[in-house]
């Protein structure tokens, strides 16, 4: 094992995660803009290094950019959103790459895992990384691509629990990149041969999700109008070998929800297109609305003033409300009815949210509790222990034992 100093830049889940397991073997900084992120990590260390055990931690993490500087390896975390053209937003992959490269020297490697449509490494940042640097691909610096894979709310599904994806921009490159993780990832890695194909992995895996999401949302709908339950179809549909479930839902987040809409792009700038791909994110966009107007016929019937919307998370035993479909669903009911909002696993500090403890949801008269995320914690939760008893109870997943009224 080599003695690298490795800089990952941006700590958000991935690049966080991907810094503690690389700071068991190697001298490792994790670098962020974000100056209070930086500060939280610091603060939270103990907590975050509890599952990453080693004699002498090696992880320093800053939004000081001369700590950067000697770095044999930049491993690249940073978001890839899109705008609200539904186009993807480089920006802060064009920025974290102009910044390391000022730093690079002979025979650093520049890693990228954010999430990239097939093309953008070769297209985009070998150039832009030249063009900065003065320096020359496979002669001068090598690049890689690495697509993350982590499961956020999973702990057995992080960086080192999964088979990790690797390339390069040439040989050598590949070798050491593909060696670099194996020292790291339990379960090893599988080398592809181009950097495309890598990140078209990516691509691939949330692509798939998203169709595979959006047949049984159409399917639920229709079954709900010949009542007809989903769950109970899929469920005898399970006992075929072969058959792969999934579930209805609102579909959110940085990945199933966005990376879709890279690989449209990338087929639209090669004079293609993909109608199947595009018809699917239309179909799980539109699952709000649909969503949101069965709530409202409902709540129409009774008499509402107050209701409680119990799981705002982008998915369910996730912290993060990042594209969030439920936080959206909320929203658009408070604009009807005064909405208090709970999530036991989103952070009570963001001001922007009506966030209240969870404690606090039966010394509170509710005339409606909406059920929205499917976190663990609901499903045995008797939300009948509340203040109006005659109050209703709408479970859009139906996962609770209490609920009278479920939506998809």
Same mark, same amino acid.
């Given at each position: 094992?080599?003695?690298?100093?490795?800089?990952?830049?941006?700590?958000?889940?991935?690049?966080?995660?991907?810094?503690?397991?690389?700071?068991?073997?190697?001298?490792?900084?994790?670098?962020?803009?974000?100056?209070?992120?930086?500060?939280?990590?610091?603060?939270?260390?103990?907590?975050?290094?509890?599952?990453?055990?080693?004699?002498?931690?090696?992880?320093?993490?800053?939004?000081?950019?001369?700590?950067?500087?000697?770095?044999?390896?930049?491993?690249?975390?940073?978001?890839?959103? =899109?705008?609200?053209?539904?186009?993807?937003?480089?920006?802060?992959?064009?920025?974290?790459?102009?910044?390391?490269?000022?730093?690079?020297?002979?025979?650093?490697?520049?890693?990228?895992?954010?999430?990239?449509?097939?093309?953008?490494?070769?297209?985009?940042?070998?150039?832009?990384?030249?063009?900065?640097?003065?320096?020359?691909?496979?002669?001068?610096?090598?690049?890689?691509?690495?697509?993350? $894979?982590?499961?956020?709310?999973?702990?057995?599904?992080?960086?080192?629990?999964?088979?990790?994806?690797?390339?390069?921009?040439?040989?050598?490159?590949?070798?050491?990149?593909?060696?670099?993780? $194996?020292?790291?990832?339990?379960?090893?890695?599988?080398?592809?041969?181009?950097?495309?194909?890598?990140?078209?992995?990516?691509?691939?895996?949330?692509?798939? $999700?998203?169709?595979?999401?959006?047949?049984?949302?159409?399917?639920?709908?229709?079954?709900?109008?010949?009542?007809?339950?989903?769950?109970?179809?899929?469920?005898?549909?399970?006992?075929?070998?072969?058959?792969?479930?999934?579930?209805?839902?609102?579909?959110?987040?940085?990945?199933?929800?966005?990376?879709?809409?890279?690989?449209?792009?990338?087929?639209?700038?090669?004079?293609?297109?993909?109608?199947?791909?595009?018809?699917?994110?239309?179909?799980?966009?539109?699952?709000?609305?649909?969503?949101?107007?069965?709530?409202?016929?409902?709540?129409?019937?009774?008499?509402?003033?107050?209701?409680?919307?119990?799981?705002?998370?982008?998915?369910?035993?996730?912290?993060?409300?990042?594209?969030?479909?439920?936080?959206?669903?909320?929203?658009?009911?408070?604009?009807?009815?005064?909405?208090?909002?709970?999530?036991?696993?989103?952070?009570?500090?963001?001001?922007?949210?009506?966030?209240?403890?969870?404690?606090?949801?039966?010394?509170?008269?509710?005339?409606?509790?909406? =059920?929205?995320?499917?976190?663990?914690?609901?499903?045995?939760?008797?939300?009948?222990?509340?203040?109006?008893?005659?109050?209703?109870?709408?479970?859009?997943?139906? =996962?609770?034992?209490?609920?009278?009224?479920?939506?998809?």
């Amino acid at each position: 094992m080599k003695n690298y100093e490795i800089c990952i830049i941006g700590l958000g889940n991935v690049g966080l995660d991907l810094a503690l397991n690389f700071s068991k073997h190697y001298q490792t900084i994790g670098y962020d803009i974000n100056k209070k992120l930086v500060e939280k990590i610091k603060v939270e260390k103990k907590k975050y290094l509890k599952n990453f055990e080693a004699p002498k931690n090696k992880l320093t993490v800053s939004n000081n950019h001369k700590l950067i500087i000697n770095c044999d390896i930049y491993i690249i975390t940073v978001p890839t959103p =899109i705008n609200k053209e539904n186009k993807p937003d480089l920006y802060s992959i064009i920025e974290a790459t102009k910044l390391i490269s000022k730093f690079l020297s002979k025979n650093n490697i520049v890693i990228y895992e954010s999430t990239f449509y097939p093309g953008l490494t070769e297209e985009v940042c070998i150039p832009l990384i030249e063009k900065e640097s003065k320096l020359k691909i496979n002669k001068d610096f090598f690049v890689g691509y690495s697509p993350e $894979r982590i499961n956020i709310g999973e702990e057995s599904k992080m960086s080192k629990d999964i088979i990790k994806i690797t390339s390069g921009s040439n040989k050598l490159a590949t070798k050491i990149i593909d060696d670099l993780y $194996r020292s790291i990832v339990k379960s090893g890695t599988y080398c592809v041969d181009s950097i495309k194909i890598a990140e078209a992995t990516k691509m691939l895996e949330n692509c798939q $999700r998203d169709l595979n999401i959006a047949m049984i949302n159409e399917l639920s709908k229709f079954f709900k109008k010949i009542d007809i339950d989903t769950k109970k179809v899929i469920e005898a549909a399970s006992t075929k070998w072969n058959f792969i479930p999934f579930s209805a839902g609102l579909i959110g987040g940085d990945c199933i929800a966005v990376d879709p809409y890279y690989l449209i792009h990338s087929a639209e700038k090669n004079n293609s297109k993909l109608p199947l791909i595009r018809l699917s994110r239309e179909t799980n966009e539109q699952m709000v609305n649909y969503v949101y107007n069965i709530i409202v016929k409902e709540l129409s019937e009774h008499k509402i003033d107050r209701l409680a919307f119990f799981g705002i998370s982008y998915k369910e035993n996730c912290n993060q409300i990042n594209n969030s479909k439920y936080l959206e669903l909320a929203n658009k009911l408070n604009e009807l009815f005064f909405v208090d909002i709970y999530d036991h696993l989103v952070e009570k500090s963001n001001k922007e949210l009506n966030l209240i403890e969870i404690r606090n949801y039966e010394k509170i008269k509710y005339d409606a509790v909406i =059920i929205g995320s499917k976190h663990e914690k609901y499903k045995k939760m008797n939300f009948k222990n509340i203040k109006n008893k005659k109050a209703l109870i709408i479970d859009i997943h139906g =996962i609770n034992l209490f609920s009278n009224k479920s939506v998809l």
